[in-house]
């Protein structure tokens, strides 16, 4: 395969408490992958991580950045934000436990299935977060060869 | 069987298309462009939904579909309604005014389309039962939003329930029915689809599950209005059975379909952006718990064809009214016994996707490809206006590395062009002796 080390990136910023634009960063991703010519099962796992790391950061961030990175042999979504960090890890990815503040309860969001759900999607997951410094969570995802 | 497998009822009509922008905005899969004046469909692309036809002021969308003579190359000629047929007369309460009309118009034998959703109804509420079928259950009856999941969901085709749709299931049964009961050979019978509807005329010419359609042609609802009309004015009533139940009537709405399954967790979706919108909920997953789908490309479902004549909305409770009086029953589970082996009710060919949306084969270029359309995308206005004959300046940006546009096209990107290009000729003009600053200087 020729050009092995190619990649293409894509940032996203997300606000915090946003509702009306959540999600469109992640169907953007979705997008990007179908006209890549993804494997759509691998597209479906990848929409499903970005759009549960993108409502993370709308819900418990101070807003931050989902970015897309596509290499031919792998797909990385990342988010990073400025705070307010996970105090337990191990905790928040446990299924059920949350906290979403009330309002987005409200809006069926904070079943504490995120993390989760996106480390059931992902064939990685590289999670690092400091109280006050902020969270960065890396999915990696591999591209098998057909 | 490449020709076969492009054939498309919707086509245009380049007399009469102006060159505007209304349906390349509206089109669902991006697949119809303004080149050189006149709108080009991409074949590959279109699902027959008819979203363009409805929204051509000029009437230079059409769908192709059978002349109403076309059934005279049958000895025998059956009529199968679609039961959104029935909503299109006023002061019709009893459907057998309808199929008796039908009859006097030159067919034979008329057999309800209602009649064999009932039967589709029998044969999906089985399906539910079995809990390894992927959930939501997709319903398979709108044939526009098959071929959409084929094009844009691919990741969904394995929830596309695998029971055919009630026209192919009625063809069957009526061709059978009438050469058990009249002794005649299957190919003398000629048996036609009456449609509201363009992707149903392309699934009969070519099928999307099954090898072959069992319907030998459609005849538009706008082809025999008028004359339908004139028959049902002169009848009185005549003795023919309708045999549809309410539920199987009910079909023509969106949500009759559902509410036949007598199941609490669907979705019925019509209008086909909603549809998409949908759609892409459940590809995300974010639908959970819900059993069963049904997407329906018209406004309001089948009422709102692009082929009937009615008001969609009034048809809608015309049909209400009609199904409320229908006198068939639900088909009893013997009944589907019987029938099941008799006719091929499955869709037993794989549905297969098509990733049109696709920028190359080669993922290494459909990087390099997405990254010039990023750049490209960049430099132009971001007004979405049309002119340049692409639905957006992104979907321009994709046609220019696609190789089927250039940058020109753009209004705006021309006019910066013609602007350099007459500073340019000022530039060069001055440098001419003799020229503007050589006067001042003599002044």
Known sequence: ?146 | MKLKEYYHSVTLRRDKCRGCTNCIKRCPTEAIRVRDGKARIIAERCIDCGECIRVCPYHAKVAVTDPLSSIERFRYRIALPAPTLYGQFKNVSDINVILAGLKNLGFDYVYEVARGADYVTAFVKQALKDPNRKRPIISSSCPAIVRLIQVRFPELIDNIVDVDSPMEITAQLARNEFCEKYGVKPEEVGVFFITPCAAKMTSIRNPVGRKESSVDGAISIQEIYGQLYNQISKLKREDVAQMASPFGVGWANSGGESLALGIDSYLAVDGIQNVIRVLEEIEDDKLTDLEYFEGLACPGGCVGGPLTVENGFVAKNRIRKLSEKAKGRPVSEDELHEVGQKISWRLDEKILPKPVMKLDDDIVEAMKKMETIKEIYESLPGLDCGSCGSPSCRTLAEDIVRGYASEMDCVFKLREKVKQLALEMIELSEKIPGGRKEKERQE
Not at chain 1, 30 to 57: F, H, P
Not at chain 1, 105 to 119: D, S, V, Y
Not at chain 1, 136 to 146: G, M, N, P, S
């Open chain 1, 1 to 146: 395969m020729t050009g092995g080390y190619y990649s293409i990136e894509q940032v996203f910023h997300v606000k915090a408490g946003d509702f009306a634009s959540a999600g469109e960063a992640s169907s953007q991703i979705k997008k990007i992958l179908k006209q890549l010519g993804i494997d759509s099962t691998l597209v479906r796992r990848v929409s499903i991580a970005a759009y549960e790391a993108e409502m993370n950061l709308v819900i418990h961030s101070v807003g931050g950045e989902l970015k897309l990175k596509v290499t031919p042999q792998s797909i990385v979504v990342t988010a990073e934000d400025k705070g307010p960090g996970i105090p337990d890890i191990d905790l928040a990815m446990q299924e059920g436990y949350s906290t979403a503040p009330e309002i987005a309860r409200e809006l069926g969001f904070g079943a504490g299935m995120g993390l989760p759900n996106i480390k059931r999607c992902a064939d990685r997951l590289n999670i690092q977060s400091k109280v006050g410094e902020g969270t960065l969570l890396e999915i990696y995802f591999d591209i098998k060869a057909r």
